[in-house]
């Protein structure tokens, strides 16, 4: 399946697994999780303040429960451009992908020295 923004939720419910138990609420609470994600990267590039930790746990929750390829590519239609160089680095961080994958991303270099801190 092709993902885009017609069959983004349909795309989502598919790859989406929770052992605790599934509800519409926990559902759409984990889908709300990308628009905390790009809120968070706009802010970071509005204001220079960058909340890791927070963008971290996000992220980690997202990979947990749509699964690594699938969140990648829910990540590729709910971000935008300019939002990559500072994901990017947070990805590879956390081994979702390699630093060859998603070639033509700068890394954004404050995120990449904060990373290196954890």
Not at 2 to 21: I, V
Not at 74 to 99: C, D, E, H, S
């Amino acid at each position: 399946m092709e993902l885009n923004q017609s069959n983004f939720y349909l795309y989502a419910a598919k790859n989406y697994y929770n052992p605790l138990g599934v509800d519409h609420d926990e559902f759409s609470e984990d889908l709300k999780r990308f628009k905390y994600v790009k809120r968070l990267v706009n802010r970071y590039l509005e204001t220079g303040q960058l909340s890791d930790r927070l963008i971290l746990n996000h992220l980690i929750v997202i990979h947990n429960v749509f699964g690594i390829e699938a969140s990648v590519e829910m990540m590729a239609l709910k971000l935008q451009g300019n939002q990559w160089p500072v994901i990017k680095p947070f990805l590879i961080f956390l081994r979702y992908i390699t630093n060859e994958e998603l070639t033509g991303i700068d890394l954004d270099k404050k995120v990449v020295e904060r990373l290196r801190e954890i």
